[in-house]
């Protein structure tokens, strides 16, 4: 298979992390297997760009890349919202137009807003510019509790660190859950978080439950018994809390509520028995936890538009 050409943006006065993050992901980890991604690095003005913090970065490749490209990624913005040119909106619009796919990491949901492509959409990006965004954009749905967002080929995340995140998607998505999990190996992090920016903003908010306590030897217990059936009321009583207080206390700490990181997780284990097993359909919908196979089928579509079967053919190469 030809590998995904995926052009990245580059800016001046953006973040060095913020360029470096889709360079690692989607062609640095790549150095000892067949890259499944082409990267080039581009820029309006076909030449170097300088970063907010003191690093230039060398680039020899104008826009006109966008017109070929299978994945753009605007991987952020100048923290004072400069205006997009008239041709970066022009070649977005045409990509999308085209059926490429269009990212935006953190604030470089600001070039996607601004080209008209979130209208109407659910959109993401750093929790201390939701205001700034809501008013600026009110044809948006801001939503600055996920850690990304995608809509119609379109991807948005949130700050810094879900950049990361959401390009981890983006090879699952396309390459799989096996290979998701060996990039993110290779970097020494997660392959998938659960959650959203709320656990980040600075309000009076619980941290990361201990595994010590309580609650942390339930929530882990139900993570390793995924079969099992369980309901909020049960949860909450394991933990020695109200319905109320549990709720509160896992929404603080995870950014989701109880069902939403269940249904994940679940979703997350069948994908891997799909990649990695000859299980029937039936079979993993059991092994996952969903009870019955239609239930398994319509989450699973719901969440990765394509049938369990779609994504074994995919990603097992069956």
Known sequence: MQPYKVALVALNDISAFHLSVPCLVFQDVFLD?????????CSEENQHVNLSSGFQASV??????????????????????????DILIA??????????????????????AKAGLLNGKRATTHWGYQQAFTEKF?????????????????IT?????????????????LCGSEVATQIARMMVTAPFRSGGQQQYIPNPIAKQPDKATSFGHVISDVERNLTQSYDLDGIAERCAMSRRTFTRQFKAAYGC?????????????????????DYSIATVAELSGFGSESVFRKHFSRSFNASPSQWRVTFKGE
């Open 157 to 173: 995340s949130a700050g810094t660190a879900a950049s990361l995140d959401c390009c981890l998607h983006i090879v699952r998505s």
């Open 257 to 277: 509520t109880f069902g939403e990181w269940l249904l994940n997780r679940r979703l997350a284990l069948s994908q891997q028995l799909l990649e990695s097993t």
């Open 60 to 85: 020899s490749v104008g826009l006109d890349i966008l017109d070929s490209a299978n994945i753009i990624v605007i991987p952020s913005w100048p923290n004072h919202l400069p205006e997009p040119s």
């Open 91 to 112: 070649k977005l619009i045409t990509a999308h137009q085209r059926g490429a796919m269009v990212v935006g990491l953190c604030l470089g949901a600001y070039a996607l």
């Open 138 to 154: 009110p044809d948006i749905i801001v939503d600055c509790d996920p850690l990304f967002i995608e809509q119609d080929n379109i």
């Open 33 to 41: 297997q067949k890259a499944a991604f082409e990267l080039t690095l």
